[in-house]
């Protein structure tokens, strides 16, 4: 069956790092575009980056660009996020998604549980 699960969320300090990663399982990795979305208490759900199923090309939203990267490695199913320069506006549940984007695989979209992050001192 599908599954995508997040980890490596935790406590970190302000200027502090954190890498989260997502194991996919049960569909054809290489065949969906990744992306990492955040979502704080009482706030919609946002967009933090996003990588390629293909050429692995990235975007990232505005308040992110410059302090987090987002990767993938099709070889182990993983994409991950690399997350420097913590602010305390970083708190937030992170959500790995996947979305189809050839052939057959398209309009299928899959979603983890999330991994909580916090920055605090």
């Known amino acids: 069956q599908v599954q995508v699960v997040e980890s490596g969320g935790g406590l970190v300090h302000p200027g502090g790092s954190l890498r989260l990663s997502c194991a996919a399982s049960g569909f054809t990795f290489s065949s969906y575009a990744m992306s990492w979305y955040r979502q704080a208490p009482g706030k919609e759900r946002l967009l933090v980056a996003r990588?390629?199923?293909?050429?692995?090309?990235?975007n990232y939203a505005d308040s992110v660009k410059g302090r987090f990267t987002i990767s993938r490695d099709n070889a182990k199913n993983a994409v991950y996020l690399k997350m420097n320069s913590l602010k305390p506006e970083d708190t937030a549940v992170y959500y790995c998604k996947a979305r189809g984007v050839t052939g057959a695989t398209i309009g299928n979209v899959y979603w983890g549980q999330g991994t909580q992050v916090t920055v605090s001192s």
């Open positions: 990588i390629t199923s293909a050429s692995g090309s990235t």
